[in-house]
């Protein structure tokens, strides 16, 4: 009789997974949305005007599809730029701010090269860095040797304020004098030395300048910093067996101001869009409850998705979270990943059932941790987080995160749409899932997980470490 039952299962497992490709393959409007989005609304900075009108344009859109939604106001520190005049040795450099730098900036000071701007380079100039602006390269440079893990930007910044620096200029990867922008906050608060981004192009070249010259760098900037309103956009789907267990499907809706942020994370939340709209066209039925969540302030510190939990913590509910999916920048998945190696047996049982079904699935599952998306207040909580994997970004889209070339014509239909239905896939085994295999882990071993997947150090650094040395 369990066999029989088991096979019933089965079968309807994959019906319903049928139902979902054919649906978001016909009927996906996550690349019409994104595409209305960025030419009508622009932007999304959060506590913009236009931040505002992209929550309500998220909110409108779900409550159009029948969906239980509802916003879940948070109060942060806004931050937005004015104006900036970068001078080294007297000549103009084109540059832009990182959020959060101070409101208001007249600086003079000898800039220093810094190399990577890791804890090391500090530690081997001592005293020399202090009262300068130190040149950092964003990412690590060629033949800087082996084993050499990059930090975040706003951690090289809070080491060169850590070591006395007045001011920080990173120099950005790209070529062709691409600009970068960013938070250089940890915490999402104003820091209190200016940080701001040059092209690869300018940078390398005072890079080799400081080799054999002494000069100055001249920082004049204004920027607008206040308290704001801004709102998760959370919709609720109440599940059938385990009402009181959760999924939490989320990303972030909010961008930088620089180009419409349609691929960070433009692609992400609008595919969350649509596969809160695919489980309401089909009606399906889950054990336990979804929460698809488009999170606001990521880009200023993580603060729409610490707001969610820290009221989950309120409300007593944290508990109530088995599991959270991220999606922020995900394109044309073809597997299924995760941060606890715990979940690989259900990750490739159920990759093998949903290859049945599409093609473009190929099973390519992996585990790991990182850091600075909004999975990583769930996992702090010790909630075991994943989201899909294998693709790549359409149109060298990597190379123009965070800056003014990140706009529509960049996002590829076919890849969108696959985010969809692999997002959805994944979303429906987690809900339906007879067990799942990672549990919430206690305080100490959240301590043991982040030690052993090396991010104790970059953690630190922001503060977050709360297990002491």
Known sequence: MLCCQTALAQKNQLKDLRKIVKEVNSHSQAYERLQYSTENLGHRLTGSENGRKAEEYAHDLFKSYGLDVSYQPFTSDSWSRESLDLSIQNKAVKSVALAHSPVHVDLTADLMD???????????????????????????????????????????????????????????????????????????????????????????????????????????????????????????????????????????????????????????????????????????????????????????????????????????????????????????????????????????????????????????????????????????????????????LPNNAGMYYHSDNDVFSLVDKAGLVQTVRIGTAYTYFLANAPEIAAKKLTDLEIRDFLEKADLKTPLQISGEWRWGN
Not at 140 to 147: A, D, F, M, T
Not at 231 to 259: Q, T, Y
Not at 264 to 291: E, H, P, Q, V, W
Not at 302 to 323: F, H, P, R
């Open 114 to 392: 810094m190399g990577n701007g890791l804890e090391a380079d500090y530690q081997k100039v001592g005293d020399q860095i202090k009262g300068k602006i130190a040149l950092v390269y964003l990412g690590i440079l060629p033949n800087s040797g082996n084993g050499l893990r990059n930090l975040h930007r706003s951690e090289k910044t809070a080491l060169a304020e850590k070591y006395g620096a007045k001011g920080i200029i990173f120099i950005n990867t790209v070529k062709n004098n691409v600009l970068l922008t960013g938070t250089a906050s940890i915490t999402g608060k104003l820091i209190n030395i200016p940080a701001i981004c040059i092209g690869l192009e300018d940078g390398m070249a005072w890079k080799d300048y400081l080799k054999t010259n002494i000069t100055n760098a001249k920082i004049q900037m204004r920027n607008k910093a206040g308290l704001t309103t801004s709102r998760n956009i959370v919709v609720h789907i109440k599940g059938k067996e385990l009402p009181n267990e959760k999924i939490v499907v989320g990303g972030h809706l909010d961008s930088w101001d620089l180009a419409t942020g349609a691929i960070d994370n433009g692609i992400g939340s609008f595919a969350i869009i649509d596969m809160a709209r695919t489980f309401k066209k089909l009606k399906l039925k889950t054990k336990r409850s979804i929460d698809f969540v488009l999170f606001m302030g990521e880009e200023q510190g993580l603060l729409g998705s610490k707001a969610y939990v820290e009221n989950a913590q309120k409300e007593g509910t944290i508990d109530q979270i088995k599991y959270m999916l991220n999606f922020d920048m995900v394109n044309a998945p073809t597997g299924f990943s995760t941060i606890r190696y715990d979940m690989m047996h259900h990750l490739n049982e159920w990759g093998k059932t949903y290859a049945l079904v599409d093609t473009t699935f190929k099973n390519n599952n992996a585990s790991g941790a990182g850091l600075h998306s909004d999975h990583q207040p769930f996992m702090l909580q010790g909630i075991p987080t994943g989201s899909a994997r294998g693709g790549r």
